[in-house]
């Protein structure tokens, strides 16, 4: 059974720093492009940074040179470090593949506020 699970959240002020991350099971993360994407209330899901088989990656312009997506494929896991974080940022975030191919996990809460 495949399955998803996003960890690394919490409340942070802004300026602040989190590290996610999205442990796989049952699929192996280094044969997808994989994604984080975020929801903020009222908003619909949108991809926030990709990262393909190769180590390639792109950012949302929102989160450009504040963001960095990596993988782990030993550990078949995928990371987001977050830096100079806003209160825009605030949502909660998912990872899947770049096509969004799998069940989307619980995801992990990000609030950044003072």
């Known amino acids: 059974q495949v399955q998803l699970v996003e960890s690394g959240g919490g409340l942070v002020q802004p300026g602040g720093s989190l590290r996610l991350s999205c442990a796989a099971s049952g699929i192996p993360l280094r044969l997808n492009g994989m994604g984080w994407y975020r929801q903020a209330p009222g908003k619909q899901r949108e991809l926030v940074a990709r990262?393909?088989?190769?180590?390639?990656?792109n950012y949302a312009d929102s989160v450009k040179g504040r963001f960095t997506i990596s993988r782990d494929n030993a550990k078949n896991t995928v990371y987001l470090q977050m830096n100079s974080l806003k209160p825009e940022d605030t949502a909660v975030y998912y990872c899947?593949?770049?096509?969004?191919?799998?069940?989307w996990g619980q995801g992990t809460q990000v609030t950044v506020s003072s």
């Open positions: 899947n593949t770049a096509t969004m191919a799998l069940t």
């Open positions: 990262i393909s088989t190769t180590g390639s990656t």
